[in-house]
C-alpha cells in the first residue's frame, strides 16, 4: 500500500512569489491534515481537510490556504511568500472513521526556501 | 490551551542500553497521543498510538505508556541500536474545545554510539 506523497520534494522561491504544494493521501484515507516545521517553532498545525471540507485551521494568516479534492488529494497554498515561510511542509492522512481514533501518517515533506 | 514537554532534549548512550523517553502534556483530557519518529530531512513515521482508554501498546523493542491523569507518557526501547538514532516526538489529540488537532512537543534527539 502506498505512503502518503508529497510533491515537489524540495523547491526555492523568492518572496513575493506564491508556491503550491501538492499531497496524496494513503489510498482510503479521507481526512488529511497540514503541518508546518521550523528550527524555531517546530510543528505547528495549518489545517485539516475532509471530505473536501476544512474541518479546523490553525493560527497562520490568510496567505495560507488549502483544498481537497474528490478523490482525497489535497493543496496548500501560500501567497507573497516571506523569509519566514521557509519550512518543511508536511502533510499527513488519517482514515479517521471515528473523528477522536485516527492514526496520522505522514509524507516525506516538501522544503521550501524562500529567497 | 495544550503543551506538549519532551524532556531530554538530546540524549546520547552506547549500543545495547535501555532508555526512556519523556512526554508530557498540560491538558488531560486528550483522545490519543502518537509517538512519532523523524530522521534528519525525512518525513514523520509513526511508531505507536495509544488511546486515551489504554495505558500501553507495545511494537517490537518499543514500549510506550500513558498515564492520562498525571500527564505524562513514556517510550521505553530496549537495547538500542545505531539505528535507533533519530527525533522522537510525542503528539496529543486534544479533545473538542480546543482545535482539533495534534499538539507536538519538541521532539528528543537520539543518539546511540556504537
Given at each position: 500500500k502506498a505512503g502518503v506523497t508529497q510533491t515537489p520534494r524540495y523547491l526555492i522561491k523568492t518572496r513575493g512569489q506564491q508556491v503550491t504544494l501538492s499531497c496524496s493521501p494513503i489510498s482510503g484515507h479521507r481526512s488529511v491534515s497540514w503541518y508546518q516545521q521550523t528550527p524555531g517553532q517546530g510543528l505547528q498545525f495549518l489545517f485539516e481537510y475532509f471530505s473536501e471540507t476544512q474541518r479546523n485551521k490553525g493560527n497562520?494568516?490568510?496567505?495560507f490556504s488549502g483544498r481537497q479534492f474528490s478523490n482525497s488529494r489535497s493543496e496548500m497554498n501560500v501567497s507573497t511568500l516571506e523569509l519566514g515561510d521557509s519550512a518543511l511542509y508536511l502533510c499527513a492522512s488519517s482514515l479517521d472513521r471515528a473523528e477522536n481514533t485516527g492514526e496520522l501518517f505522514f509524507g516525506e515533506g516538501s522544503r521550501l526556501t524562500v529567497l | 490551551k495544550q503543551e506538549v514537554t519532551q524532556i531530554p532534549a538530546a540524549l546520547s548512550v552506547p549500543e545495547g542500553e535501555n532508555l526512556v523517553l519523556n512526554c508530557s502534556f498540560?491538558?488531560?483530557?486528550?483522545y490519543n497521543l502518537q509517538w512519532f519518529r523523524q530522521d534528519p530531512g525525512k518525513g514523520l513515521t509513526s511508531l505507536l498510538l495509544i488511546q486515551s482508554s489504554q495505558r500501553e501498546q507495545t511494537s517490537g523493542r518499543l514500549n510506550a505508556s500513558l498515564d492520562k491523569s498525571s500527564g505524562r507518557s513514556t517510550l521505553y526501547i530496549a537495547a538500542s541500536q545505531p539505528g535507533d538514532s533519530a527525533t522522537y516526538l510525542c503528539a496529543v489529540r486534544t479533545k473538542p474545545g480546543s482545535a482539533r488537532q495534534l499538539t507536538f512537543g519538541s521532539g528528543t534527539q537520539l543518539t546511540v554510539l556504537p
Open positions: 497562520f494568516p490568510g496567505r | 498540560t491538558d488531560s483530557a486528550i
